[in-house]
């Protein structure tokens, strides 16, 4: 018997007339706030019958809407819709985490449905102190000359940021005159695992040609000309402090790069046996900087890894490897994935944007060979 046998999935209107089963015990419910690291949840206990009735782990966002809601709370006490989130049973226990954090010095209320009747609990979320503005760490790609067809922007901050639908108001794409750029982005958030790294889209359907969007707006970027990257100081952590001033980056543009990477124009440079002297790899262009992150491995003649660690040039045209063991004189490879990118979002196999009249190019080897001497 497997978990779905013991824990059938329960759709909504099952749930509905379950709750209203006089037999299950409003006051045996209880329902509470807390703390986790990820930001504030609720927590709601329920009455035993009820809680075997349900799945054990994930709920979908409707079966747990039938039980327990979450709403941010208007300025005369009135709840606003149910939050979305994700919900999850263990026990008698079922938690609500919000999508987004809950805001600082903002009312919410909990309420929690059994038995045809229900339970509420109102929360304010406290202020926290004020602290340091947070700061841009850095943005990447860190050269200043890019493609016309570049793809992302990784923006690295000291600290998690608010986010929402409302960040993409925060950045900007300035043109030679400073006038801003409509719609440059694919408004999907996306943050690395940390929350500290926001990876920024330039919408793929203005790069690629024949799409309708690029038909009817153009492309974001246009080849030979200046832009200016805005990161705007508006910008608050979850905590509401402002960034305070805003963060540019300057670059300008060189014509599209439609070609996939070809490895014959990479040059690898080996180091000499018995040292721990760093692989150096030299790239004639910017390659993508989380692909040279984890797109490169090292293996030994038996296929085995190699443990080191990795430092990413200017530009993000170089990468060299350091060995946690010295070099023995044998053969290596370094291994290269194939969805490994450069900026312009192209790998190894094809480029981003295929012409499908343009005959396929030969398949090459996803490894150079080298052996330290």
Known sequence: MGPSD?????????????????????????????????????????PADLAAKLPAGRLTQEQGEAILTLSLL????????????????????????PRFPLNPGAAYRATLKAAGGMVSLDYVVPAFAAKAPPKVVKILP????????????????????RGGAELFK???????????????????????????????FIHPGRIKWGVELRDLMGPVLHEKRSYTLVVRGEW???????????????????????????LSDWKLAAPKA?????????????????????GLTVVNAKGERIAGAID?????????????????????????GPDLEDVAGNTPLRPFDMDLKTLPQPAQKLHLDFEPR
Not at 278 to 290: A, E, H, I, N
């Open 236 to 262: 608050t952590d979850l905590e509401g402090n402002k960034i305070g001033k805003d963060t540019i980056k300057k670059f300008r543009t060189t014509p599209e790069d439609r070609v996939r990477i070809e």
């Open 170 to 200: 925060h950045i900007a794409i300035l043109d030679e005159k400073g006038k801003e750029i409509e719609e440059p982005w694919l408004v999907d958030e996306i943050w690395d695992e940390e929350h500290n790294c926001l990876i920024l």
């Open 312 to 336: 990413i040039g200017a530009e993000e045209k170089s990468w060299r490897f350091t060995p946690k063991d010295a070099w023995r004189a044998t053969a290596h490879r370094l291994n290269v």
């Open 74 to 97: 208007g300025a005369d006490k009135t709840p606003g819709p149910s939050m979305l989130g994700k919900y999850d049973r263990a026990g008698a226990e079922l938690g609500f985490m």
């Open 142 to 161: 860190s050269a200043d000359v890019l493609p016309a067809n570049h793809l992302r922007f990784y923006i690295y901050f000291d600290r998690p940021m």
């Open 274 to 294: 018995g040292t721990r002297e760093p692989l150096t790899l030299t790239m004639p262009k910017s390659v993508d900087y989380r692909s040279l992150q984890t």
């Open 6 to 46: 013991r824990h059938p999935l329960v759709d909504a209107a099952t749930l509905e007339a379950q709750l209203a089963d006089p037999d299950l015990r409003v006051l045996d419910c209880t329902v509470r706030f807390e703390a986790t690291p990820a930001g504030r949840r609720v927590v709601a206990r329920l």
